[in-house]
């Protein structure tokens, strides 16, 4: 696979179903935000130790799911691309929930605010946990229908009483939306968990 191609040079570039669409397509900056969670994913995972390596593959495996969700974002309705993408929805969003419990269960009880830090590979998690939320923040706009069949936002007034659009419809992205959610959750946990697997204590806010 050839990567110097330059067909982006001119601020253009291909959604997965074939379309051109300008780069600051919202489905673009959608794609972009979870490829951004990825990478902070995969800082997180290199940083663990080899005592954790049952842990990297779990995160290995949601670094997976994720370019899944990519492909969900930047393959249009109707495509015959979507008829080979693997769905993200409750199967994937109860493993999250699963390992939240397990994580959980060797935690202390949280009675105060945290401030994001500690340990290393903790601070990486609570950087995943906020790139996380402005991803999850992205594709709620693409699932609200307030982004167009070309990925325009739309003034409010012309999107009153206007049927959703085809590109992203909701129910596509609802189980993306609550696996994105429950991930959220996770890299909390996670944070936590990193934190007190080194014996180090939950920095708490003082206010």
């Given at each position: 696979m050839k990567t110097n191609v330059?067909?982006?040079?001119?601020?253009?570039?291909?959604?997965?179903?074939g379309e051109r669409?300008?780069?600051s397509d919202a489905?673009?900056?959608?794609?972009g935000e979870v490829d951004e969670?990825?990478?902070?994913?995969g800082a997180l995972a290199a940083a663990l130790t080899e005592a954790q390596a049952e842990l990297r593959r779990e995160i290995q495996r949601?670094?997976?799911?994720?370019f899944h969700v990519g492909a969900w974002i930047a393959t249009s309705a109707g495509s015959p691309t979507r008829e080979m993408l693997h769905a993200i929805?409750?199967?994937?969003?109860?493993?999250?929930e699963d390992a939240i419990d397990r994580m959980e269960a060797s935690l202390p009880?949280?009675?105060?605010?945290?401030?994001?830090?500690g340990y290393p590979t903790a601070a990486w998690a609570h950087v995943a946990r906020t790139v996380c939320r402005?991803?999850?923040r992205r594709l709620q706009e693409l699932a609200s229908g307030d982004v167009g069949e070309q990925g325009a936002r739309q003034p409010a007034l012309q999107r009153q009483g206007a049927q959703k659009p085809d590109a992203q419809p909701s129910d596509r992205l609802e189980g993306i939306l609550a696996y994105m959610n429950r991930l959220s959750t996770y890299l909390f946990v996670l944070a936590r968990f990193c934190n007190t697997a080194h014996g180090i204590p939950d920095i708490t806010w003082k206010g």
């Open positions: 330059g067909s982006g040079d001119r601020g253009m570039t291909s959604l997965l179903s669409v300008p780069k489905r673009v900056e959608g794609c969670l990825s990478s902070v994913l949601i670094q997976g799911e994720l929805g409750p199967d994937q969003t109860k493993a999250l009880p949280l009675h105060s605010f945290l401030l994001p830090g402005r991803a999850e």
